[in-house]
C-alpha cells in the first residue's frame, strides 16, 4: 500500500480570508460572542478612539484572548499565548490576525486584574437571564491551589529566630577572624575583603529578616511568604506549600458556577456566609438553601445565615450528655430528670461557651444517678454553645428526608467544577502572584467552565452565538 507523503513546496490550502479559517460550530466563536456580549464600561474599561501616542491593542481582543487562553491550561502563560497567536488557526481568527508579544500579553493581564475579576459576574448574569441559574439551592466548596511561590521563601518566628540565631554567630566568627589575621604581618589583603564582603552579607540579611519579623508582627500572622506575601502555607496529601484557598458556589438547577473567589486561608471554616453572600450578589436574588460540608461548620458564621436562609452543613455535637436534662430559655437554666437545677455560673469566651453547675453539690451526691451521671463532688456541670439554637436548628434540617436528598446533590455539583479544573484544564497553580491576581485567575477559570457547559445546555456552538447575541 502506498504512504501518503508531505510536500512543503505545495501551494497554500487556508482561503484568502481570515474568517474562513475556522467552521461555524467551532468552540471558538461561541468565545468571540462572549466576549462581544460583555458590558466593558461595567467592567471598568473605558474605550477612548482618540487616544495620543502609540495606538495599544483592542482590550475586547485581549479580553477574548485571556478567556479563550484560559479554557485551553497549555495556552495560560502568556508566552505560550504569543506563540499561539502564531501557529494556531483559532487564537488566529480570534484576534483578526493581531499579534501582541509576551509582554504585552503580560502586562494588559496584571494591569486588568480588576477587569479580568469581573468577567465572572456578567457570566453569571447571562445564565440568569437565559434561565439556566435560578440561585434557589448553592453548593460551596473549596480546592487548595498553590501559589505562583516557593515553600523556601516562607517564614515563620521560629525560622526567624534560627536565622537570627545563625547571622550572629557568623558575624561573631568573622569579627574574630579578622582580628586574628590583623595580628599577623604576613596576611594578605585579598583575604581581609573577601571577610569584609561577607561580613557585609551577614549584617544585609539580618537586616532583611529582621523586616520581616516586623512586617510579620504589624500583619498579625503565623507565615509570610517574601516572594507573595499573601498567600499562605497550606497542606494536602501532596504535601506543604504556599497556596491559595480557592472557593466555588454552584447552583443547583444546570451545574454552573455562581460564584468564585480566593481566600488566604489554609481552612474553610468561616467562609460560608461570605461565598453565598458573594453569589447573591452576581445572581441578585437571596438564596434559599446553601449547602456545604463539615469544614464549614464554624457555628458563629452559620448563625448570621439561619434566619434567611436554610442551612445544610454537617455539625460535630457537643459530647455532653443531655438527654436527661432540660434547658429552660426564659430563665437560662437546666433541669435534671430529679427536678435539680443548674444554672449559668460562667462564660468561656474563648470556647463561646456557657457553663452551669448545680447550686449545691449535696444535691448530686445523695441522688441517686451519682457515679452514673457524675462522679464529681463538685456536682454535675453542663456547658452550652453561644450557638447552640443555630446547632439544633440546622440539625434539624438535615434529619428532614427532603432535604437529604437535596445535601446528597452536593457531591455531584460541586465536584464536577473541580474536577474540570484539575482535569480537563490540569490547573495546579497559579500564575499570578498576589491576591488580586489569582481572583482574576480564578474568574477566568470559572467563566471557561460557565462557557463550557452553556454551549452543551444552548444546543452547540451556533445556539449559544444566537443566545448571547438577543
Not at 468571540?32 to 460583555?38: G, I, K, Q, T, W
Not at 445564565?127 to 516557593?150: H, M, P, W, Y
Not at 453542663?382 to 439544633?392: A, G, K, V, W
Request: charge should be neutral; include cysteine; proline fraction near 3%.
Amino acid at each position: 500500500m502506498a504512504y501518503r507523503y508531505g510536500n512543503r513546496e505545495q501551494g497554500s490550502m487556508l482561503p484568502p480570508c481570515i474568517d474562513d479559517y475556522i467552521g461555524p460550530n467551532d468552540p471558538v466563536r461561541a468565545y468571540d460572542a462572549f466576549v462581544d456580549a460583555l458590558d466593558l464600561q461595567e467592567l471598568g474599561i473605558t474605550i477612548d478612539e482618540e487616544q495620543v501616542g502609540c495606538p495599544p491593542y483592542d482590550p475586547r481582543a485581549m479580553l477574548k484572548l485571556l478567556v479563550y487562553g484560559y479554557s485551553y491550561s497549555a495556552d495560560r502563560s502568556s508566552r505560550k499565548l504569543e506563540r499561539a497567536v502564531y501557529h494556531n488557526l483559532s487564537f488566529i481568527w480570534l484576534l483578526g490576525g493581531l499579534k501582541p508579544d509576551h509582554k504585552t500579553i503580560a502586562n494588559f493581564r496584571h494591569n486588568h486584574r480588576n477587569v479580568l475579576a469581573k468577567i465572572l459576574k456578567q457570566s453569571v448574569r447571562m445564565c440568569v437571564k437565559l434561565g439556566i441559574i435560578e440561585g434557589n439551592t448553592l453548593f460551596v466548596d473549596g480546592t487548595k491551589l498553590r501559589a505562583n511561590a516557593s515553600m523556601k521563601h516562607t517564614w515563620n518566628q521560629k525560622r526567624i529566630d534560627e536565622t537570627l540565631t545563625k547571622v550572629d554567630k557568623r558575624i561573631e566568627t568573622i569579627l574574630r577572624e579578622c582580628e586574628e589575621i590583623d595580628a599577623h604581618d604576613g596576611s594578605s589583603d585579598e583575604s581581609l575583603v573577601e571577610m569584609h564582603k561577607e561580613l557585609q552579607n551577614q549584617h544585609d540579611l539580618r537586616q532583611k529578616v529582621e523586616q520581616i519579623a516586623l512586617e510579620l508582627k504589624n500583619q498579625n500572622r503565623q507565615s509570610i511568604n517574601t516572594t507573595d506575601t499573601d498567600c499562605v502555607s497550606t497542606r494536602s496529601t501532596h504535601g506543604s506549600y504556599a497556596g491559595y484557598n480557592a472557593q466555588i458556589a454552584v447552583d443547583e438547577k444546570h451545574g454552573l458556577i455562581a460564584s468564585g473567589d480566593v481566600v488566604p486561608s489554609s481552612v474553610d471554616q468561616g467562609l460560608l456566609s461570605q461565598q453565598v453572600k458573594n453569589a447573591e450578589e452576581n445572581i441578585e436574588k437571596k438564596c434559599h438553601t446553601a449547602v456545604a460540608d463539615g469544614g464549614y461548620s464554624d457555628l458563629s458564621d452559620l448563625s448570621t445565615m439561619v434566619d434567611n436562609t436554610t442551612v445544610l452543613v454537617p455539625i460535630q455535637r457537643q459530647t455532653d450528655d443531655y438527654e436527661n436534662f432540660t434547658y429552660d430559655q426564659a430563665t437560662n437554666t437546666y433541669c435534671c430528670s430529679e427536678g435539680h437545677v443548674l444554672k449559668q455560673y460562667t462564660i468561656d469566651n474563648n470556647k463561646k461557651r456557657f457553663r452551669y453547675k448545680i447550686s449545691d453539690p449535696k444535691l448530686c451526691q445523695r441522688c441517686a444517678q451519682f457515679g452514673t451521671c457524675t462522679k464529681s463532688k463538685g456536682g454535675r456541670v453542663l456547658s452550652r454553645s453561644f450557638f447552640e439554637e443555630t446547632s439544633q436548628r440546622i440539625q434539624e434540617n438535615l434529619e428532614s428526608e427532603e432535604l437529604k436528598a437535596v445535601y446528597k446533590l452536593r457531591g455531584q455539583r460541586v465536584e464536577h467544577p473541580f474536577g474540570h479544573l484539575r482535569r480537563t484544564l490540569s490547573v495546579r497553580s497559579f500564575l499570578m502572584r498576589g491576591l488580586q491576581g489569582v481572583k482574576a485567575e480564578m474568574s477566568l477559570f470559572a467563566s471557561a467552565f460557565n462557557i463550557r457547559r452553556m454551549i452543551t445546555l444552548m444546543g452547540g456552538v451556533s445556539g449559544f452565538v444566537i443566545a448571547v447575541r438577543m
